[in-house]
């Protein structure tokens, strides 16, 4: 059971990037799903998560507005898409994928994590 995020890369603030993070093995459609960022300097904090089948889905008070998270079960697929992006959004984000089918804002509750993409928002 693998996750492959990509999408990262360099961008001035105001832009946009959107990341993707694809699953493979029988690991996602029943998933909760999870994206966390790591700032230089910084611990790993949550940005979003979604419950399995999207009806529930939770954000980082500081991106809320700005991210979205959503999925695509049938390609195995969640993205986190980032608008009005700040040099404070600098980081490595890694998706995850959740214990049960619920959303979640807490690492513990992820047990597979993908390699994380970088994201580099210049002023």
């Known amino acids: 059971v693998q996750l492959q995020a990509s999408g990262g890369g360099l961008v001035q603030a105001g832009g946009s990037l959107r990341l993707s993070c694809v699953a493979s093995?029988?690991?996602?459609?029943?998933?909760?799903m999870g994206w966390f960022r790591r700032a230089p300097g910084k611990e790993r904090e949550f940005v979003a998560a979604m419950s399995w089948n999207g009806s529930n889905t939770r954000y980082l008070d500081s991106v809320k507005g700005r991210f979205t998270i959503s999925r695509d079960n049938a390609k195995n697929t969640v993205y986190l898409q980032m608008n009005s992006l700040t040099p404070e959004d600098t980081a490595v984000y890694y998706c995850?994928?959740?214990?049960?089918?619920?959303?979640?804002?807490?690492?513990?509750?992820?047990?597979?994590w993908g390699q994380g993409t970088l994201v580099t928002v210049s002023s």
């Open positions: 995850a994928a959740g214990r049960t089918a619920f959303s979640a804002t807490i690492e513990t509750y992820y047990r597979v």
């Open positions: 093995g029988r690991i996602f459609s029943n998933n909760g």
